[in-house]
């Protein structure tokens, strides 16, 4: 069953950010999606997970319908301030924080300089070293130079999807055709701060991981997509090796999208994953 969400928007620092709430059962979830991603990439998740939880997915800014900000914000110290602000804004001490790629950089930079407040993590496909070498990298650099900031038409954009994320899932892909674009003036367009975020992904080093990931002090699931070119098992290993609260689990035929991927196994992971340390 497709749990509806109802729409909200807040202020932090000048902008106004949105975000999706479904459910009102007593844990409170907080998601965070990818460098290009959208709050709504979290639904089918929220279906799997269901009831027993409140559900927040913010639009971090730049994305889906938050404001834009200044390209020199979009940086893990502005992204982080967001999400201090969010929860601050939602009234939650204690909370469970999904994030996927750039989404799972700020939860663990967020519960390392807040552990107190995050009860468990899921972190999907990102590590230390992730967002600065590596062919992932590599490939998430030449994406952000060549990406067009338009279309003429709705199936160019559709055919630039399904060029660059291949595995999409048919449900994946029409997600981003929603939420990803808009139309104005008969050229379709992102909807996300396209030229910002590549500036700010192409100029601003990416932040050291390392002390989160050594800082992680509730129960925490790494998803390493099988096939993902951004994090390499020998990180996940070195991950898993230096600290006793993470877990890791590998899933097959999933790219750096694990969720868009593979849902229905990475949803199985997730409830999984939270019914062990719901019941702890």
Same mark, same amino acid.
């Given at each position: 069953?497709?749990m509806? %969400?109802?729409?909200? !928007?807040?202020?932090? +620092?000048?902008?106004?950010?949105?975000y999706?709430?479904?459910?009102?059962?007593?844990? /409170?979830?907080?998601?965070?999606? @990818?460098?290009r991603?959208?709050?709504?990439?979290?639904?089918?998740l929220v #279906?799997?997970?269901?009831?027993g939880?409140?559900?927040?997915?913010? =639009?971090? &800014?730049?994305?889906? =319908? %938050? =404001?834009?900000?200044p390209?020199? $914000?979009?940086?893990?110290?502005?992204?982080?301030?967001?999400?201090? @602000?969010?929860? +601050?804004?939602l009234?939650?001490? *204690?909370?469970?924080?999904?994030?996927?790629?750039l989404? @799972?950089?700020?939860?663990?930079?967020?519960?390392?300089?807040? /552990?107190? &407040?995050?009860m468990?993590?899921?972190?999907?496909?990102?590590? /230390?070293g992730?967002?600065?070498?590596?062919?992932?990298?590599?490939?998430?650099? &030449?994406?952000?130079r060549?990406? /067009?900031?338009?279309?003429d038409?709705?199936?160019?954009?559709?055919e630039f999807?399904?060029h660059?994320?291949p595995?999409?899932?048919?449900?994946?892909?029409?997600? *981003?055709?929603?939420? %990803?674009?808009?139309?104005? #003036? @008969?050229?379709?367009?992102?909807?996300? =701060?396209?030229?910002?975020?590549?500036?700010a992904?192409?100029?601003?080093?990416?932040?050291?991981?390392?002390?989160a990931? *050594?800082?992680?002090?509730?129960?925490t699931?790494?998803?390493?997509?099988?096939?993902?070119?951004?994090?390499?098992?020998?990180?996940?290993?070195?991950?898993?090796?230096?600290?006793?609260?993470?877990?890791?689990?590998?899933?097959?035929?999933?790219?750096?999208?694990?969720?868009? $991927?593979?849902p229905?196994? !990475?949803n199985?992971?997730?409830? *999984?994953?939270?019914?062990?340390?719901?019941? +702890?």
């Amino acid at each position: 069953m497709t749990m509806s %969400s109802r729409s909200h !928007f807040f202020t932090n +620092d000048g902008l106004n950010l949105h975000y999706l709430e479904w459910g009102s059962g007593k844990v /409170p979830v907080v998601m965070l999606h @990818g460098l290009r991603g959208f709050a709504q990439t979290w639904q089918d998740l929220v #279906d799997a997970m269901g009831d027993g939880f409140t559900f927040f997915a913010l =639009d971090q &800014r730049g994305r889906g =319908d %938050s =404001d834009w900000g200044p390209t020199k $914000d979009y940086n893990a110290d502005t992204y982080i301030q967001d999400l201090a @602000g969010f929860v +601050d804004h939602l009234g939650l001490e *204690r909370f469970v924080l999904i994030g996927h790629s750039l989404g @799972g950089q700020n939860a663990a930079e967020f519960a390392r300089l807040y /552990p107190e &407040r995050v009860m468990a993590m899921v972190i999907e496909d990102i590590g /230390p070293g992730s967002s600065k070498q590596g062919e992932g990298a590599e490939r998430i650099r &030449r994406e952000m130079r060549n990406t /067009p900031l338009s279309f003429d038409s709705w199936q160019a954009a559709k055919e630039f999807w399904t060029h660059s994320r291949p595995n999409l899932t048919e449900q994946a892909l029409q997600a *981003r055709l929603t939420y %990803s674009f808009r139309e104005v #003036d @008969g050229k379709v367009t992102w909807k996300h =701060d396209q030229q910002g975020i590549a500036e700010a992904r192409l100029t601003i080093e990416p932040m050291d991981l390392w002390p989160a990931f *050594r800082a992680i002090s509730c129960p925490t699931l790494l998803i390493k997509g099988g096939d993902s070119d951004f994090l390499p098992s020998q990180t996940v290993a070195e991950i898993v090796a230096s600290n006793a609260f993470v877990q890791a689990i590998q899933i097959d035929h999933a790219s750096h999208y694990v969720h868009d $991927d593979q849902p229905e196994k !990475f949803n199985e992971a997730v409830v *999984r994953f939270m019914q062990t340390v719901l019941t +702890d």
